[in-house]
T-cell receptor, first 111, second 116 residues
Framework: GIQVEQSPPDLILQEGANSTLRCNFSDSVNNLQWFHQNPWGQLINLFYIPSGTKQNGRLSATTVATERYSLLYISSSQTTDSGVYFCAVGFFSGGYQKVTFGTGTKLQVIP | DTGVSQDPRHKITKRGQNVTFRCDPISEHNRLYWYRQTLGQGPEFLTYFQNEAQLEKSRLLSDRFSAERPKGSFSTLEIQRTEQGDSAMYLC??????????????FGEGSWLTVV
């Protein structure tokens, strides 16, 4: 099956710093989402981004589908950004969309 | 428009007991997924429903696990004869029509299971 790797696995940032998280996938996909899992376990949708670039406030994401990677940028980080960031790739097989999650990046933002 | 709702949020059960989780997807979402997540890991796919039809089951879903989605609305996930290895968070997600951002999946808050 498709492999989804994220890097770095762990990241500690000082509040106010910027960071880039990466998601590599091993095969062609139809779409990609980024999620933030907060300390209570809730997976929050950040971006649906099969290709191109999107921005939402301090966050932005870029997917280069032909090169099989996506990047999530966090600028001016805040302590509330702490948690685990997952990318999830979707691909159609057997008539429906299968969604596979990456390994995650655990982010800790310290004051 | 409410989000995906899961119940119960937390369940502690003794080994060997049966447990059932319920998921209410976002209204009019005809696609529903169940995932399992253990500490330090990403969510792993368990099963998928399109309306009331269960179209895919992961090999992670042993014979002790069963899922239903009667009438294509809410779904239940039952675990029989629970084992300590079943301790995990069980996540439900739904998505609307296929195509474009209709492929976006939305997760509930999860149901934490602890088997003692």
């Amino acid at each position: 099956g498709i492999q989804v790797e994220q890097s770095p696995p762990d990241l500690i940032l000082q509040e106010g710093a910027n960071s880039t998280l990466r998601c590599n996938f091993s095969d062609s996909v139809n779409n990609l989402q980024w999620f933030h899992q907060n300390p209570w376990g809730q997976l929050i949708n950040l971006f649906y981004i099969p290709s191109g670039t999107k921005q939402n406030g301090r966050l932005s994401a870029t997917t280069v589908a032909t090169e099989r990677y996506s990047l999530l940028y966090i600028s001016s980080s805040q302590t509330t950004d702490s948690g685990v960031y997952f990318c999830a790739v979707g691909f159609f097989s057997g008539g429906y969309q299968k969604v596979t999650f990456g390994t995650g990046t655990k982010l800790q933002v310290i004051p | 428009d409410t989000g995906v709702s899961q119940d119960p949020r937390h369940k502690i059960t003794k080994r060997g007991q049966n447990v059932t989780f319920r998921c209410d997807p976002i209204s009019e979402h005809n696609r529903l997924y169940w995932y399992r997540q253990t500490l330090g890991q990403g969510p792993e796919f368990l099963t998928y429903f399109q309306n009331e039809a269960q179209l895919e089951k992961s090999r992670l879903l042993s014979d002790r696990f069963s899922a239903e989605r009667p009438k294509g609305s809410f779904s239940t996930l039952e675990i029989q004869r629970t084992e300590q290895g079943d301790s995990a968070m069980y996540l439900c997600a739904s998505s609307p029509r296929p195509g474009g951002e209709g492929n976006t999946i939305y997760f509930g808050e999860g149901s934490w299971l602890t088997v003692v």
